[in-house]
């Protein structure tokens, strides 16, 4: 086999060969695609089209030492094939996995195309339509999923989701806030006993595309059977967020969160609302102090002011819990509202 010109590893040269994604002497440049912490990503331009590769490192790049099993790529590799099922247009096309490397392939989208919600946000360009989108699509595969006992064998996922999930976010929060450490260890034992629906653990803006036929979903590292209120929270929690530093698209976010979250209810049919609501409205603040104070902090909050309000609003809501998502973001911005005036 021809070792490629620019190749990072000559095991990635074979996974493709032996794939049949490209053949024998066939030349394959390789770019590395920045942006995750988790993962390796490359472009891989090939003679007459591209594809992407992604293996999974076995410690995260982040400050605090945080590792994961690689196995995390296989599951991953699981949750396309079944969103490709049900949602081929919100998900990359599936190509080819070796699970002993800890790699997959699948296809390239052009990022002309498919900008990166996360920058959409952050330029202060907040359509709500999106936001729609985004909880019809995660409503719609958590309702397909719920209660299939065959997904429930096959990511029986629970030491990865406590180790890449539930500890670097409550339960290292929690050792930094000793007077509410029993409340986000309850909310993470809670969340690690439910096995409800197939969840996709990083409903990030980041690893969401805006595609011409509708959000795409990447990054299903912590793909798990388990409770659907987490990644509910998980993505409404970074429009709040981001009203810290796009103050001028404060009403826009916010009003992507209220559209987020009642189309994900409409298509949230395997429970009631309630008690679904309830879970992920305690969730919810909890998430937001882990963006500051646990090991993954989002890196645009730089200010110590804005990490402040961040706490004033969550500390409370742990500690005397909300049943509705509304609640939690009117208290929120009754925060930045009286300290932070919009432009």
């Known amino acids: 086999m021809m070792i490629q010109p620019n190749s990072p590893d000559p095991q990635l040269d074979a996974f493709l060969v032996s794939s049949k994604l490209v053949g024998p002497e066939e030349k394959a440049w390789w770019h590395p695609l920045t942006g995750g912490v988790s993962s390796d990503i490359w472009r891989v331009d090939l003679s007459d089209r591209s594809l992407c590769v992604k293996r999974a490192l076995p410690t995260l790049k982040v400050a605090a030492n945080w590792e994961a099993p690689i196995s995390r790529n296989a599951d991953e590799w699981s949750w396309m094939q079944f969103a490709a099922q049900h949602c081929p ?6 190509l080819a996995h070796d699970p002993t490397l800890g790699v997959f392939a ?5 990022p002309l195309r498919h900008p990166v919600w996360k920058a959409q946000l952050m330029s202060g360009q907040v359509d709500s339509h999106t936001a729609r989108d985004v909880g019809r699509l995660v409503g719609h595969l958590h309702s397909v999923s719920a209660g299939r006992t065959d997904l429930l064998a096959r990511f029986d996922t629970s030491e990865t989701f406590q180790a890449i999930r539930l500890d670097p976010y409550l339960i290292a929060t929690a050792e930094r806030h000793p007077q509410i450490a029993s409340r986000l260890e309850y909310l993470a ?5 439910i096995r409800t629906a197939l969840v ?14 509708g959000p795409v979903l990447l990054d299903a590292e912590c793909a798990w059977f388990g409770d659907p209120a987490f990644d509910l929270a998980f993505c409404l929690n970074h429009l709040l967020l981001k009203c810290l530093v796009r103050p001028e698209a404060r009403d826009a976010l916010i009003a992507s969160f209220k559209a987020l979250t009642e189309a994900y209810f409409d298509e949230a049919d395997w429970e009631l609302r309630a008690s679904l609501e309830a879970r992920s409205a305690e969730l919810l603040p909890a998430l937001m102090l882990a963006r500051v104070d646990g090991k993954s902090p989002v ?4 200010q110590d002011s804005q990490r402040e309000h961040v706490r004033a ?3 409370p809501l742990i500690r005397q819990p909300v049943e509705f998502l509304y609640q939690v973001a009117d208290a929120w911005q009754d925060r930045i509202g009286r300290h932070q005036p919009a432009l």
């Open 89 to 94: 247009d919100n998900v990359p096309a599936p």
């Open 106 to 110: 699948m296809s390239f989208l052009e």
């Open 189 to 193: 034992k809670r969340t690690a006993s």
């Open 200 to 213: 996709h653990g990083d409903v990030s803006p980041k690893n969401i595309l805006v595609g011409p036929k």
């Open 299 to 302: 890196e645009y909050l730089t």
């Open 313 to 315: 609003t969550a500390i």
